[in-house]
């Protein structure tokens, strides 16, 4: 007889001693050659009865605890039996399970080496929690790649608490007709699942890859839920469309996502990527999600809702989620279902019906605090996107900062009024914050850079008009923005519309306790033919360091009466400190007016406008130009202004936006003008308001004192003329002057001579 391996048996001559030890290798190669292949039988007789080594199996239907489980058909019936005889027996790897096991109690594969794991045949549920039951350091694993699964591997109808060291994972569900495929993980009916830690990944159904829970609860604060699948079921139309990846809550049921919790890179053909609050069909419950801590990261979705979707209903059956706190990160909406992805929201997706659809009721999302940036649309609506059917109230207290968000329009938000969409189609309403979270204004422009009223943030657009609202701003949140912001919806894309958030249901963002400031526009211009049909005001607050902080502006213009009123909305009423805000108003310049403001934040504001003229001055001199001077302004007697006049002006100056007629009785005002005295000038003052007044100042007379005056030239007596009669007379006359003369001439000549 030969051995394995080419030995050959040698014999051995008796009494030689020296082949005695030459044999000894062969008789010890013999031996273990016999313990071989009595094992060899053994393990064959027993592979004969159906059993295996290291495993052992478990059937809570018809399993037998006094039997040893080696086989199938000996089988043990409790968990607990099974424990035992995988503790007792360190090489027991596997406990297959062929029939569901009820379990209570702590439910531990602790102090083994083994792993609950689905038998080939069978395709109902592993363990059902009918009482009351806690896993612990067990894996429980659905063996897909050799099992077809029709139930979820664990049913909770009682209480369930799920901690540390516990592993749901590879169950595969294959039988997708309507309603059948629910779970893949846990399947909760009417039960409560307490999940502090732990790991729920690697399976498939068609609602909840990971886990479903139909009128129950679900309570998640640690632990991950990752990787799950909720794929397309057999059913046509939205009966069939996959609903959550990872969770799915249903018929009234209920989610509660909260501190260290985890759910990412999950995965639904259809809706929510990570969480579905609802289904494609309508629920006979409101299903809830309060969302106070944890993250949803990395999910998608195809159709709607890459990390949540939140599902109308019938009225008072509507999915609703309230969000407080949490991280919603890098989602996607994929585009690539079967089902409306127009307004596909990546990171949140609601859904609804317009209000004609008098029966059902929109989905609803709650959130508070909340940072939405950095997230892309490949349309329109990066940050939030609203749908024909969507109602949108984003308020300043506890809100929201949008900004940094990337789409094709409508960067930040972006909401359509349409009658294209179905019952989708209609006419939203909507309120948008101006002040984000953190007190930082929004400044809204349009996608062509021009600002947005604050007028039109709240309102109503119209489907047969086409209108649709697209917000941008380049303001960013401060460092009260970032510390108040307790969600964080960041990093999410859609291969559509609404990065951040989609909607065609009603979404509430903060809450609505607010301040308003109301304002009315008086005028003062005897009907003037020159009056706008409309002007601006701009809203500013007073922060409490004394900073004046521009809000925007807002249109007013006269109603049916002819009232000029107008009130702005929505306004932040209390500071990080929790003091009041103060505002006030300003008109932009209106030309040809000058306005009043008058009034308080508490009773209004009064804005009154008066028309206005130019009064035109200017100034001549007669003899040199002196350096400057200075010309006062008078409202009926009353000075207004002054100016400087000098070479640099040329001497000239236009008082401007003069207001024509008093504010109290609307009578003329009357402006006058004065120059202050220069001295060595007389100043003459000419014209009046209407042509302009000038001012002629003239160089005064100098006086010349003590210089004696020359006296006044004599006129001469006109020659008589010479008469008959008259002549001797006139030669008498010549003769004595002649004699004068010769007498003086002598005279002259004796005192020189005696000298």
Not at 383 to 390: I, Q, R, W
Request: charged letters at 20%.
């Amino acid at each position: 007889r030969r051995a394995r391996g080419g030995y050959k048996m040698n014999p051995m001559p008796r009494g030689d001693a020296a082949e005695k030890k030459r044999g000894l290798p062969g008789r010890m190669f013999f031996f273990l050659l016999l313990f071989g292949l009595t094992i060899g039988v053994m393990s064959t007789r027993a592979m004969a009865d159906g059993g295996a080594t290291g495993e052992i199996y478990l059937n809570g239907q018809s399993g037998n605890d006094a039997k040893d489980g080696k086989t199938k058909a000996n089988a043990v019936k409790t968990f607990a039996r099974a424990k035992e005889l995988a503790a007792a027996d360190q090489t027991i790897k596997t406990i297959w399970v062929s029939g569901t096991t009820g379990v209570s109690g702590e439910v531990s594969l602790s102090g083994t080496k083994a792993v609950l794991k689905r038998e080939q045949d069978f395709k109902g549920n592993l363990l059902s929690v009918d009482n009351k039951a806690s896993f612990k350091d067990i894996t429980i694993d659905g063996n897909q790649a050799n099992a077809n699964a029709t139930a979820a591997l664990v049913r909770v109808s009682g209480q369930l608490d799920i901690k540390e060291g516990t592993l749901i994972q590879n169950n595969k569900l294959t039988q997708l007709g309507y309603f059948q495929a629910m779970g893949g993980g846990i399947d909760v009916e009417s039960g409560t699942v307490n999940m502090t830690g732990g790991t729920i990944r690697n399976n498939s159904a068609n609602f909840g890859g990971g886990v479903f829970v139909n009128y129950g609860s679900f309570h998640f604060s640690g632990g991950t839920i990752e990787e799950n699948h909720a794929v397309s079921g057999t059913e046509s139309g939205e009966g069939g469309f996959a609903s959550g990846g990872g969770i799915c809550v249903f018929d009234g049921a209920s989610l509660e996502l909260t501190d260290k919790a985890v759910i990412r890179n999950n995965v639904s053909d259809e809706l929510g990527g990570g969480i579905s609050v609802g289904t494609g069909v309508a629920s006979n419950g409101s299903d809830k999600l309060n969302m106070t801590g944890g993250s949803v990261i990395g999910n998608s979705a195809g159709s709607a809702g890459g990390g949540i979707y939140v599902q109308a209903g019938p009225v008072g059956k509507q999915g609703v989620a309230t969000i407080s706190a949490g991280e919603i990160k890098d989602n996607k909406m994929t585009a690539g279902g079967r089902g409306n992805n127009s307004f596909g929201g990546a990171g949140i997706y609601v859904n609804g019906y317009p209000s004609i659809y008098t029966g059902f009721q929109n989905g609803e999302l709650h959130l508070t605090d909340a940072l939405v940036t950095e997230n892309t649309a490949k349309l329109e609506g990066g940050g939030y996107a609203g749908c024909p059917s969507s109602e949108t109230h984003i308020y300043v207290n506890d809100g929201a900062a949008f900004y940094a968000n990337s789409a094709r329009g409508g960067r930040e938000i972006y909401i359509l009024a349409s009658n294209d969409y179905g019952v989708h189609s209609g006419n939203p309403r909507y309120t948008i914050a101006n002040t984000m979270l953190g007190a930082v204004p929004y400044r809204w422009q349009y996608d062509d850079g021009t600002e947005v009223p604050l007028s039109k943030l709240d309102g109503q657009l119209d489907a047969a008009k086409g209108e649709s609202l697209s917000l941008n701003t380049k303001e960013r949140g401060n460092a009260d923005t970032l510390a108040r912001a307790r969600v964080r919806i960041t990093g999410n894309s859609s291969a559509t519309r609404g990065g951040g958030i989609g909607s065609n249901g009603t979404v509430f963002i903060g809450t609505e306790e607010k301040t308003s400031v109301s304002a009315e526009k008086k005028w003062n211009d005897h009907n003037s033919a020159s009056r706008p049909h409309q002007v601006q005001l701009e809203l500013y607050r007073l922060d409490s360091d004394g900073k004046e902080t521009y809000i925007g502006y807002q249109l007013i213009q006269a109603d049916a009466s002819g009232q000029w009123k107008t009130t702005f909305n929505n306004l932040l009423k209390l500071d990080p400190q929790g003091k009041p805000y103060r505002y006030s108003v300003k008109e932009r310049d209106v030309e040809g007016y000058v306005s009043q403001l008058s009034g308080t934040q508490e009773s209004g504001y009064i804005i009154t406008n008066s028309s206005t003229r130019t009064v035109l001055v200017k100034k001549t001199w007669v003899g040199p130009e002196g350096s400057s001077v200075r010309v006062r302004l008078y409202a009926n007697g009353v000075e207004q202004d002054a100016v400087l006049l000098n070479a640099a002006n040329n001497w000239r100056h236009e008082f401007t936006n003069l207001p024509c007629y008093k504010s109290d009785d609307g009578s003329e005002i009357l402006y006058t003008i004065s120059e202050d005295k220069v001295e060595g000038y007389q100043a003459a003052i000419s014209g009046d308001a209407e042509k302009g007044f000038e001012i002629t100042n003239t160089k005064d007379t100098p006086n010349t004192p003590n210089e004696p005056k020359t006296p006044p030239e004599q006129p001469k007596k006109p020659i008589p003329s010479v008469k008959t009669g008259d002549q001797a007379d006139f030669l008498l006359f010549g003769a004595m002057i002649l004699i004068a003369a010769a007498g003086m001439a002598g005279l002259t000549y004796r005192k020189k001579r005696n000298r």
